[in-house]
Each structure stands twice: as C-alpha cells, then as structure tokens.
C-alpha cells in the first residue's frame, strides 16, 4: 500500500516550495513519482459586458499564461535536478476539476490548506487529499498522528488511505467523540491498523463544546503532526460540508496537516 503516484498542486505563491517538497520525500521513501500540476485558470479572466454577455481578458490571460509557464520551467528545472521520477502538468481548466481530473491515477493529492482547494477536491474525487499547513512542508517520516473515528464508512475509508504514511509513525491514536452510536468500533481500527503492523492506541473523548472543538483538543494534546479525517460535513449534501468538522480543520490556523477521504 505504498503511495506510488503522487499529484501535488503546485502555482507561484510562496506555499508551493512546501507543497513539493512534501511530495519529492513522500515519492523517495516509495520510489514513487511526483506530478506537479501548474494550472492557469481561463475562468478568472472572463468578465461580464452590461447586456449579459462575456468576454476573455485577453491581455491578463495571456500575461498570467506566460507567468505560470515560466514557473512550470522553473520547477522542471529544479526536479531535473533532483532523484525522484516526475512531469510537469499544464492545465486552464477550474482549478479543482483539473486537480480532480489529474488525480484519478494518483494515490494521493497535495494541496495547502488555505487555498480553498482541499475540502472542494475531497469532495469530488476518491484520492487521498493531504493538506497542509500554510507554508510549512510535512516532515517525513511523520513521527505523531491521530485519526479521528466515528466509525463510519467516510472514517474507514480515510484510515485505510493513511496506512502508507503512518508506517514508521512513533505515535497512533484513534480519537474518538463519544456521541455517535453504531459504526465499526474504535477496537477495529486498532486491529486493521495492526494487521499492518501499526500499532496504534485508542482515546474516546467526552464531548466539551463542539465536536470539532473537542477533536482539537485532543489533537492539540497528542502534539500530532498528522490528523487522518473524513472530509464530510452533518449532512452529505454539498452546501453543509463545510460547515462542519471537516471545515473547522482546514480553516483553523492550529491545525496539522490533514489527510481527508471523501
């Protein structure tokens, strides 16, 4: 179960650098293979005229293009430099449907957290999204990490994608709010977790405050560097996922990286 494939989001904001960075040590320790994907968005430079129509921008389009091919050569150059296999991707499609697009046969997807890519790519595409602080890479081998379980199908999913990174992991904890009746139990996900030589140990949490208030705390405690989460909301539809959870994570400035499934 080795993250062989790796797709990271890559642009010319000072958080890219950490974003590949991630990907060249998480590819190393698998001999794996980084894409990088450089997008240039059409839909930002179109405007609206007064009677309802639309127009390309034709002269920041064509200013944002060659900024964004130059960085595209930047980063060929310097991973020609490097040991690890990778190709540089062109797109000017909708940031996330060309992130969803591209990951389709990769294992994992890396984003920054801020950037409102995260919560939209786990939503619509089945690969592993790892999020990541603003500006600060993932230190490999991750040495702390929690999954928060509720036992259900989007927390089995999320805990069985982090099993790559959580190999050498000198801490695992399986944190759980105790409110939510039914579900695999937490002692399952120890056991599967061992089954790959994982050892992990499980916390349920009584809740205080929110349910994402008393996760935090829990997270803060461990002093994880990781936490492997479910990225849906109180209800499956679109509008509410990021009211939730999933949403309390990627837009609090404490949080870890996280790694989301949908």
Known sequence: MDMRSILVNADRKPDSEARINTALDLARRANGHVTVLVDTPVTRYIAMD????????????????????????????????DDVSFNVLRSEDDPVNALAG???????VIVSRS?????EVALISSTPVLALPDGKALDIPIRR?????????????????????????????VISVA???GGYPGTEALR??????????????????????TLASAVAQNHAELLVMGAYGKSRMREFLFGGVTAYFLNEAKSPALLMVH
Do not use: N
Request: net charge negative; proline share 3%; hydrophobic share 40%.
């Open 50 to 81: 007064p009677m309802g129509g639309s127009y390309v921008i034709s002269d920041a389009l064509e200013q944002a293009r060659g900024e964004d091919d130059a960085a595209a050569e930047a980063i060929e150059a310097r991973l020609a430099r």
């Open 102 to 108: 591209a990951a389709r046969l990769s294992d994992l």
């Open 115 to 119: 950037g409102g890519l995260a919560g």
């Open 145 to 173: 990490a929690c999954i928060a379980w509720d036992g259900g199908e989007q927390a089995a999913a999320a805990l069985r994608a982090s099993v790559p990174l959580l190999t050498d992991c000198q801490m695992v904890k």
């Open 179 to 181: 409110e939510k009746p």
């Open 192 to 213: 599967y977790l061992s089954r790959h030589g994982i050892h992990a140990e499980f916390e349920e949490h009584q809740r205080r405050g929110s349910t994402e208030e």
